[in-house]
């Protein structure tokens, strides 16, 4: 059986929380999501082109991106770091899901950074909410400086120590 059989029914999506549309954050996030599930992701939700109807509670398009998110099996949550931890766009996106049961699957907290000073963010500021809203974590939180988002490499190290368990969790739901 080969390292990725099993998982074409698996469910991948990408959020990202940059206020500007097809980001780095974006490409990074992606990159995330393709090489963890083998596939390009089934979802993207890039809230920067959803304008103020995030912040529309009774935005039916936001809703259904909600509870399709929330029943992914992989999603991958990305954010530049603003001041120490993930932009309030992707708050305010992030407050629509129950606690505790809004995110089903795994879930894999992404910031970029202009700086190493902020590489904990992930840890500190992402991971505790996307496991408060459900979603298990694994490993770490991953931060890539900003001015690496296009490289490869900077991803491997962080890749090779949490893919097998991805896939593994992965394969098992599918």
Do not use: C, I
């Not at 080969?2 to 974006?26: D, H, I, Q, Y």
């Not at 992404?110 to 500190?124: C, D, I, N, T, Y």
């Not at 400086?145 to 896939?167: I, K, M, N």
């Amino acid at each position: 059986m080969s390292e990725l059989e099993g998982l074409s029914s698996v469910s991948t999506a990408v959020v990202v929380g940059n206020p500007k549309s097809a980001s780095r954050t974006l490409t990074a996030a992606t990159h995330v999501a393709r090489e963890l599930s083998g596939a390009d992701p089934d979802l993207v939700v890039d809230l920067a082109t959803l304008g103020p109807a995030v912040l529309d509670w009774r935005s039916t398009e936001v809703a259904e991106l909600v509870g399709q998110v929330g029943q992914a099996d992989l999603v991958v949550v990305a954010s530049p770091t603003y001041k120490g931890t993930y932009t309030g766009l992707l708050k305010v996106f992030l407050d629509r899901f129950a606690g505790g049961t809004g995110l089903r699957g795994l879930a894999v907290p992404l910031l970029l950074g202009a700086g190493p000073a902020h590489a904990l963010a992930p840890e500190l500021t992402l991971r505790p909410v996307l496991t408060e809203l459900g979603a298990t974590v694994p490993g770490r939180g991953l931060f890539v400086l900003d001015s690496q988002y296009g490289d490869a490499a900077a991803y491997d190290p962080w890749l090779d120590a949490t893919r097998p368990w991805v896939r593994s969790v992965l394969q098992a739901a599918a």
